[in-house]
């Protein structure tokens, strides 16, 4: 049974960082791409950045430079890093998974996501 479980989440201050983790099973997750999605309040959701079988990304501009992603797969978890955290990045971050080894906005797995707050 697939399953993704995100953690991490909380409240921090602007110019702040956070580090979401996705804990994956049913499945490895260096097989294939998974990505993160957020969604703000009262916004429709938005991709954020991906990570490819291959260990290669796909980043969202407005995240670039700030946001990266990576893969323990020892613990068969993907992560997401967050520096330089603005106001605008409050949302619930989701990690997903279309099981296919290119990242893709149609994603069939999700998790429950986890609220991230950036607020002084």
């Known amino acids: 049974q697939v399953q993704l479980?995100?953690?991490?989440?909380?409240?921090?201050?602007p110019g702040g960082s956070l580090r979401l983790s996705c804990?994956?099973?049913g499945f490895t997750a260096r097989d294939y791409a998974i990505g993160w999605s957020r969604q703000a309040p009262g916004k429709e959701r938005e991709d954020v950045i991906c990570i490819r079988d291959d260990g290669t990304t796909?980043?969202?501009?407005?995240?670039?430079?700030?946001?990266?992603v990576f893969r323990d797969n020892l613990k068969n978890t993907v992560y997401l890093q967050m520096n330089s955290l603005k106001?605008?990045?409050?949302?619930?971050?989701?990690?997903?998974?279309?099981?296919?080894?290119?990242?893709t906005d149609d994603m069939d797995y999700w998790g429950v996501g986890t609220l991230?707050?950036?607020?002084?």
């Open 5 to 13: 479980v995100e953690s991490g989440g909380g409240l921090v201050q």
């Open 23 to 25: 804990a994956v099973s």
């Open 87 to 103: 106001s605008d990045d409050t949302a619930v971050y989701y990690c997903a998974t279309s099981k296919l080894t290119w990242c």
């Open 58 to 68: 796909w980043v969202e501009d407005s995240v670039k430079g700030r946001f990266s």
């Open 116 to 120: 991230v707050v950036v607020s002084s």
